[in-house]
């Protein structure tokens, strides 16, 4: 992302005493500008109508990105995280999103109802494995006729940056930034053979930017 709109977009997540707490601006700051995590998905949903179910949304940044770059869907952002939802639910405040809603939730227990698109980024590999095959097959369920189904995720492939990406998801957990330990990276054919079973089209594109990880985006469309 160009670093003038990573700058604009971080802003909304400034404190509101000049002596607060920054890491969550200097957080997306970083994040908006070297992670092509966001324009992809951009570009994955553009031309899409559907409401957009963002899974696991953090601090919601998925919502600011897509505005910024003329995307205007009906967003929902759930996480099991409540502290990043209320900073989430006040950065989109602060800046007029109010179309965004957020709402807490475990997704390793629970999915919300929802028909349209999905998103799901950065958060797969952290759902247990029995989970994990529901919750895809619950996302495939939601999509509704033009919807698409996005998920970045890291693979299990065997790669060096495969094992760097574990190291990292470890490390963020223990610096406390994630609550939850990654449980399971997926296979990437047997996804792809899962989504293509549901009859939706798939598509696997490398994701990792200038960054070491092993991120993948996958787009499932339903015709």
Not at 171 to 184: D, I
Request: proline letters at 7%; a positive charge; one cysteine or more.
């Amino acid at each position: 992302m160009p670093p003038g709109q990573a700058v604009r977009i971080a802003r909304a997540y400034l404190p509101e005493h000049p002596l607060g707490n920054r890491w969550d601006y200097y957080y997306s700051r970083a994040k908006l500008g070297s992670d092509p995590l966001y324009p992809g998905v951009s570009q994955a949903l553009r031309g899409t109508r559907a409401p957009l179910l963002d899974l696991g949304c953090g601090l919601g940044l998925l919502a600011h990105t897509l505005r910024a770059d003329g995307i205007a869907l009906d967003y929902r952002g759930v996480d099991s995280d409540a502290a990043k939802i209320r900073r989430a639910g006040r950065a989109a405040a602060r800046v007029g999103l109010n179309e965004a809603r957020f709402a807490v939730m475990d997704l390793a227990r629970e999915l919300p109802d929802h028909r349209g698109s999905v998103a799901m980024l950065d958060v797969l590999q952290f759902i247990p494995y029995p989970a994990q095959a529901r919750a895809i097959d619950a996302m495939i369920a939601m999509l509704t006729p033009g919807a698409r189904l996005v998920i970045r995720t890291g693979l299990d492939d065997g790669t060096g940056r495969a094992r760097i990406t574990r190291a990292v998801d470890l490390f963020s957990r223990a610096l406390g930034w994630m609550n939850a330990m990654p449980r399971y990276y997926p296979d990437g054919e047997a996804l792809k053979t899962r989504l293509q079973a549901a009859g939706l089209r798939v598509q696997f594109t490398p994701l990792f930017g200038r960054t070491p990880f092993n991120n993948w985006r996958i787009v499932a469309a339903k015709d």
